[in-house]
């Protein structure tokens, strides 16, 4: 299994809305609903923001959202936040699981 | 609340073998799929192996199958992983993670392979 491909780095303003994608095939993001999005903060372990490419966890907040269109995936912050600054990975089921190579998010 | 621990990382060098654990609590660890996930520093996620509530069905990661083994203890909450013929592109920090949706994490253990 290949990686699921993320742009290296995304940025916005506070108040903004960005859009990271998360492009494989039709084996894995494209083949099943089972698409999950993570952020992760310098030296801590990952945290779970969507799952089932649309649903979100209790506690995570609704500026988090996913979405799913064919082989790519994407997960959009809205209202864009200091404390959103962080690395994000997107994850599909295939089988087995395949990570995304991982989006830097930086809020200007 | 759910609380993941690993424990067991440490520099060992190349060809060598280490066995980590996870000690669970706070949930139902035997209704629970679980896996193991690493990253190594600076880099990306890694899924690397998950294993059945009751243990039966087992699935790897291509980088390990043969060198990893995944096996749990539902009577002591711990979920086990066996590593063997180590290289120094397994250094990483290994997490332990519930399943399917990887919803809770421990907060990792370093593993250095080195001579």
């Known amino acids: 299994q290949s990686a699921l491909t993320q742009p290296r780095s995304v940025s916005g303003s506070p108040g903004q809305s960005v859009t990271i994608s998360c492009t494989g095939t039709?084996?894995?993001?494209?083949?099943?609903?089972?698409v999950s999005w993570y952020q992760q903060h310098p030296g801590k372990a990952p945290k779970l923001m969507i799952y089932d490419v649309t649903k979100r966890p209790p506690g995570v907040p609704d500026r988090f959202s996913g979405s799913k269109s064919g082989n790519t995936a994407s997960l959009t912050i809205s209202g864009l936040q200091a404390e959103d600054e962080a690395d994000y990975y997107c994850?599909?089921?295939?089988?087995?699981?395949?990570f995304g190579t991982g989006t830097k998010v930086t809020v200007l | 609340q759910v609380q993941l621990v690993e424990s067991g990382g440490d520099l060992v060098k190349p060809g060598g073998s280490l066995r980590l654990s996870c000690a669970a609590s706070g949930f139902t660890f035997s209704d629970y799929y679980m896996s193991w996930i690493r990253q190594a520093p600076g880099k990306g996620l890694e899924w690397l192996s998950y294993?059945?509530?009751?243990?039966?069905?087992?699935y790897y990661a291509d980088s390990v199958k043969g060198r990893f083994t995944i096996s749990r203890d539902n009577a002591k909450n711990s979920l086990y992983l066996q590593m063997n013929s180590l290289r120094a592109e397994d250094t990483a920090f290994y997490y332990c993670?519930?399943?399917?949706?990887?919803?809770?994490w421990g907060q990792g253990t370093l593993v250095t392979v080195s001579s």
């Open positions: 994850c599909s089921y295939a089988g087995s699981y395949v």
């Open positions: 039709s084996s894995d993001v494209g083949g099943y609903k089972f």
């Open positions: 993670v519930t399943t399917r949706t990887f919803d809770h």
């Open positions: 294993i059945s509530s009751s243990g039966n069905t087992i």
